[in-house]
């Protein structure tokens, strides 16, 4: 195959992204060698290649159109958006899916025993992070005055350091923050993985497989949450027990031989199945239920 024919997707090389990114394409079918060190994934499958850089690198990636695809957090897309409007130059880059994975905010924090009483109290301080144009954004949203100290990483013993008073850096658990002696006390921004793409009018023999790998990836997150639901049904009971059914719009009713009482409902429910559901099920007069996994969905 043509090399300019094959797609490229930039991927974190190795970091809290990569595994899971990783595991998404796989799930969309893609088969892939991955030499140590190597930078390129060649796909074997498909006209697909997987990039591995560091995370910073892949809204440049995209926008400069080297790659046409790119899995990187909304922290990482939304700083460097803001950078490129800071130079002038617009961001090209779009965002297309969100994913499930990569959850973490950006947050403010302040050293254990500083006194904080609002956003007020970061008026005239030192704020230590690693996303200056998402901070400089905030404060002036709020028409606080304040000093952005930008650092590379370590952002975590700053204010330890004297580099600064305060920190905005990502938070999950909160276990880096707890171990550095310092309260989480603003939420600047949410954020997970999402999937980008260059604006650039993608060549037609890519494009085909690019549509392909966004429905499959479509699919892929949908089956995560999804089961099959099976159950025998009184005829009376089928409008509340199909009202039940979480997430799924058209059941299929099939009739049972050897009665007319009872149909058999099945349904692909796009909702978590709680143990309580089946119970409210059984309640309603449903009797036989199975709840079985979904391994793939096609929209
Ligand atoms: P790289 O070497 O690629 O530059 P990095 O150190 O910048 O790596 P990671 O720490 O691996 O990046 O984080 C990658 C992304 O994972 C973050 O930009 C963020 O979107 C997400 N993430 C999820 N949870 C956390 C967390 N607790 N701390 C930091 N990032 C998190
Ligand atoms: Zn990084």
Redesign the pocket.
Known sequence: MEQMHRLKLAV??????TDNSLDLLGRCGLKYSRAKDQLVCFGENMPLDVLLV???DIPDLVQEDVCDLGIV????VEEKRLAFLARGVDPLFEQVMTLDY???RLSIAVPEGHSYEGTGSLEGMRIATTYPNIVAAWLAARGLRAEVVTLSGAVEIAPRLGRADVICD???TGSTLAANHLTEVETVME?Q?VLIRTPVPVAAEKLDWMNKLLKRMDGVQQVKESKYIMLHAPRSALPLIVDLLPGSEHPTIVPLEGTDEKVAVHAVCREYVFWETLESLKAAGASAILVLPVEKMLA
């Open positions: 974190q090389k190795s970091g809290r992204l560091r995370d910073d957090g909304l922290n990482v990569g959850r973490c990502l938070v999950s954020s993985a």
